[in-house]
Nanobody
Framework: QVQLVEAGGGLVQAGDSLRVSCVASGGTTFANAVGWFRQAPGKAFEFVASISWNGVRTVYGGSVKGRFIISRDNAKNTVYLQMNSLKPEDTANYHC??????????????????WGLGTQVTVSS
């Protein structure tokens, strides 16, 4: 059973940086794209970023482009999300997910098969 576990969330101030990670285990080859999504209370589920299996291609949501950086280390079955210049509106539970199949990174949650439970990021003003 494939498991994705996020870590690294916490409480930070506006303007700070934070890096969250996603570790995969349980039989996955980790050979697919991996994405990050977030959800804040009362808000829609939002695409944040995705990265291809080899790290060459990345896609970002409009609200984080230029501030967040997604990367991966396949030897460690880990994907990272470096979040810079954080804003209070970035407050959310951040989930990672492994895409179903070997396609290009997708912005649609429907294209992802395995999901982690999330890590909470809170940005104070």
């Amino acid at each position: 059973q494939v498991q994705l576990v996020e870590a690294g969330g916490g409480l930070v101030q506006a303007g700070d940086s934070l890096r969250v990670s996603c570790v995969a285990s349980g039989g996955t080859t980790f050979a697919n794209a991996v994405g990050w999504f977030r959800q804040a209370p009362g808000k829609a589920f939002e695409f944040v970023a995705s990265i291809s299996w080899n790290g060459v291609r990345t896609v970002y949501g409009g609200s984080v482009k230029g501030r967040f950086i997604i990367s991966r280390d396949n030897a460690k079955n880990t994907v990272y999300l470096q979040m810079n210049s954080l804003k209070p509106e970035d407050t959310a539970n951040y989930h990672c997910a492994e895409q179903d199949g070997t396609g290009s990174p997708s912005i649609s949650a429907h294209d992802y098969r395995y999901w982690g439970l999330g890590t909470q990021v809170t940005v104070s003003s």
